[in-house]
């Protein structure tokens, strides 16, 4: 299947851990992103990185950090995680200045106790 | 104040109704979308918008750039499109298309 996965679906851990989120895409997109829906369902972008530039949205905690090991990919990794970093992370992907829209991962609903 | 407002927040309907949910920016775009995202929480893109109107289906986008406002419209609702609907812009010179997102349309239309 043509799409973009993410693993875990569901992530339980406790505050302090270290943590990692992993998204790949089998469309052939250049750009990939990592969006956050808090408890209110509103989504905010976190960060968005094709093989030339990532870029951070600056109220975003450096204890998380991207890491893309190749075009397909785009992990998540975030240390010493806070009771406040529960969220539902959506992983996305679309191709720079292509006249159609996004495609979204499942989400991934991260629970820190 | 977001600079994505969408209106109205919650909508319930009866089967079969005409359905229009709002949207407006405060921004200059370069996009428009509307995604779907359904109670099990998958997100889906409905349209990109950059002028003018599309359809696809039962579904209806319109986009006015000078009035800076889109309308998403679903002719003859049906229980299976209850779901969360999300506006959301392409800030014109934004960096790598990230998006802006409204807060959500929660739509339940019923039986």
């Known amino acids: 299947d043509t799409a973009v996965s993410q693993t875990p679906k569901y992530l339980v851990t406790q505050m302090g851990n270290d943590k990692s989120i992993k998204c790949e895409q089998n469309l052939g997109h250049d750009t990939m992103y990592w969006y956050k829906q808090d408890s209110k369902k509103f989504l905010k972008i976190m960060f968005s990185y094709n093989n030339k530039e990532l870029i951070i949205n600056e109220t975003v905690p450096n204890r998380f950090s991207p890491k893309s090991p190749d075009k397909a990919h785009l992990n998540l990794h975030i240390n010493s995680l806070e009771l406040g970093d529960s969220a539902v992370y959506f992983c996305?992907?679309?191709?720079?200045?292509?006249?159609?829209?996004?495609?979204f991962g499942s989400g991934t609903r991260l629970t820190v106790v | 104040k977001n600079e994505v407002e969408q209106s109205p927040q919650n909508l319930t309907a009866q089967e079969g109704e005409f359905i229009t949910i709002n949207c407006s920016y405060s921004?200059?775009?370069?996009?428009l979308h509307w995604l779907q995202q359904h109670p099990g929480g998958g997100i889906v893109s409905l349209f990109m918008?950059?002028?003018g109107k599309k359809k696809h289906g039962r579904l209806i986008a319109t986009i006015n750039i000078q009035e800076k406002h889109s309308s998403l419209h679903i002719t003859a609702s049906h229980p299976r499109d209850s779901a969360v609907y999300i506006c959301a812009v392409l800030r014109y010179g934004g960096s790598q298309g990230n998006l802006i997102f409204g807060k959500g349309t929660k739509l339940s239309v019923k039986p």
């Open positions: 996305a992907s679309r191709y720079q200045g292509a006249p159609y829209g996004y495609t």
């Open positions: 921004v200059g775009i370069s996009a």
């Open positions: 918008l950059s002028s």
